[in-house]
């Protein structure tokens, strides 16, 4: 209380600013007025100008004129009347209307409120339209499409509709303004000081027109009238509620009431200050006195209040402050206080207030506070997780032993520097993001996983929670962070990451595919293959499923498979080759390996894994190499039966013819006995041809040296290209003949295609033996080998590249060094021990 020092008579001349739509404004006692500056699209702050009689005056007399000065003048003295009245909300929005309708001849103003809901306009004023008419658009829902009032409520913009029939806008409602004469409509939002939509104004017009830019100026100077209007009547509303209220408060509570006047003479309206041992400071110095028993440290709070008191910058206040009691001790109180009258100059003329004993409150609610904080302190700094107060704009201002031990750093380094110092560059930007919004309100908190950089120098992993505590007034105080390792989660999920890549990986790359199920009342049911299943069967595992397992396999190879299952299913690893027709009809085969893996406590079901290799290729190699032994086989049958039984048989008559010359006397001559040699010596070069393509490599024949050797003498032709045979015997051949064979035998093949295909003028064999190694090489100076000739090769070609998988060899085929081909078959050789 006596905040408000005593007025002095040097201030009744004093001028008064007063802000309006049209600007700001110099106004003295007098009532003459002065234009200062404008600015059309802001009505003054309604807090701010209480002063509402001059306040009116300056913006009627600012505003613009029609032709004729009577009826704007007589509409200007009732408008500044009811706004200087505590009459209805409806009268002084009419009479507004009837005002703005004096600017301009055949124009009909119109005010619509937003109803409670916010979803509606209903109608505030209409002094010149049919009530009809009113009553036919009212309510008038806020959305565009619901003519210009509600869209442009919805907007929050200006609308300017020239012509109602033509516009989409008013196609609801269209019809009824036609039906009363009106034509063209602009409508405006009406906002209050904080943007909150208040309602709208509109102008009507009863034949199509658009808007010039001083009718513009017009309806959005009418528009902050009207929000002038309205805010300046319901401050009054919520004043002299709460005067109301404040009254049936303190009546018979014995709060102390007092009244001061401008001068510094207050006095009490009860014996509170007695009842409380302080002096009430009545009397010419009684202000002073009040003053001087204040606490120091509150005193400068308690005067910065009323020197804004004392300007009139607000009519009401409220401070809380020690006062010192008779017997010395200090005292809390809470005083209110507000204008009763002003001067005409504005200046607060009376005063009153209450002044509330808070003291016991305060001793509570201080000791409450220490016990809080001694609480937060222990929650704080023995939390199991990292927890921060950080400033607005990044600063630690406070941080716990758990962060410390996150971060590495003690908790002085923390607090000399900020948040985003630490933070990986890659997680900034988020961050920043998120504290962005939390400071302009758009979100409350937010978490994320963010990276710091630990003391030591690597970054840890964090899943950080962030909300942020304002004050009384909504200002942003700090943030209040909980920081949690999770350094060790993300390791093992990197490391699960990279198991799976990797187990992704080779499952793609085994040629057929990895598969995982279930063995369900004895039958295998797949639960994931990985892609190489589609490369296998045509279809996917779904597509699969719902053919059934008849469409792909025999019944016999089924009863196999249940069977395999159960072996799997007792805990048995399985082995076993599995035929089946993929969903084009093609024959493939395929070697399943299978094992059971437990699935964990109350599964219930046992999980399968296994691996299932396609080995469709090689199957059909092995059917082409036994198509191939066994025609081979035929055509050696077919060379005995042809070529050696006759010669056997020729020899047999020979010897039978001379044996029974022999009988009846006679000799055999030379002659007949040379005839049975020379027939003898064809058959055993027909036996030893025979024995030589039975087995070619034998130690007998000069083994693979020999036979290659052989094998180019053979193929030798005068008319066709040059076939020549090196071999570098560095070191003995230590393969077995199995082994051997399959060189020979990818020799031949190589060279025979050399033959047909390469149209080559010469072609080198070459056998080189190492002490580990045994290589193979021809090479033809041809026409050389198509780039694509590995993947569309044919049987001969797959057959050598199988025939080297047997033996360990790697054979590569592709472009020699001057052109044409060349073959390479490198096979290792044994260890000399093994030999």
Known sequence: MGFLTAAHDDRARRPACLGGTGGVYNCDVAGTVMLLSTDRHRMPPTAEHKNWAAAVDSIVRCAPRSASQRDPLRAQVRLLALLSSPAPLNVLLDGLATYVETWAHGLHCTVLLVDPTGQLLRPGAAPSLPDAYTHAIDPVPIRIGEGSCGTAAARREMVVVEDVEQSDLWTKYAPIALSYGLRACWSVPIVDDARALLGTLALYYRERRAPSAHEIDLIEFASSLAAFAIQRHRDAERLRTSEARLESAVRGTGIGLWE???????????????????????????????????????????????????????????????????????????ERGKVAARASDGTPRLLVGVCIDIDAQKQTMETALRESEERFRGAFEFAAIGMALVAPDGRWMRVNRALCGILGYPAEELLATTFQAITHPDDLDADMEHTRQMLVGSRTHYHMEKRYLHKGGHFVWVLLSVSLVRDDAGQPMYFVSQIQDISARKHAESQLIDSEFRYRTIANLVPGFV???????????????????????????????????????????????RAGASTVARGSDLSMDVSLRSIDGAQRWLRVVARSVHAGPGAGLERVLGVAEDITERMRLEQALHEATRQEQQRLGKEIHDKLTQELVGVALLARGLAAAARKGRQPSAVELDQLALLASGTIGTCHSIAQDLSPLSEAHGGLVQALHDMVDRQSDSNGPGVRFDAIEDAPIRLQLPSTDHVFRIAQEGLTNALKHASAHSIKVTLDVQPDTLRLEIEDDGIGIPPDATESAGLGLKIMHYRAELIGARLSIGPGETGGTRLVCECPQPASDAA
């Not at 309206?269 to 509150?298: L, M, N, S, T």
């Not at 049911?525 to 996917?540: A, D, I, K, L």
């Open 515 to 561: 598969f995982e199920g279930v063995v369900r009342e004895g039958l295998p049911q797949p639960t994931w293959v990985s892609s190489g299943f589609e490369r296998v069967y045509g279809c996917t595992l779904a597509r699969f499923i719902e053919l059934g397992s008849e469409r792909f396999y025999e019944a016999a190879t089924r009863e196999r498979i």
């Open 260 to 334: 001061a006047t401008a001068g510094g003479e207050f006095r009490w309206f009860d014996k509170w200050c007695e009842r409380f041992g302080v002096d009430p400071g009545v009397g010419d110095d009684g202000f002073a006195r009040w003053r001087e028993r204040i606490h120091p440290e509150d005193v400068g709070r308690c005067v910065a209040t009323d020197e804004v008191f004392r300007r009139g910058s607000a009519d009401h206040y409220a401070v809380e402050y020690r006062i010192r009691t008779r017997n010395g001790e200090w005292r809390w109180v809470h």
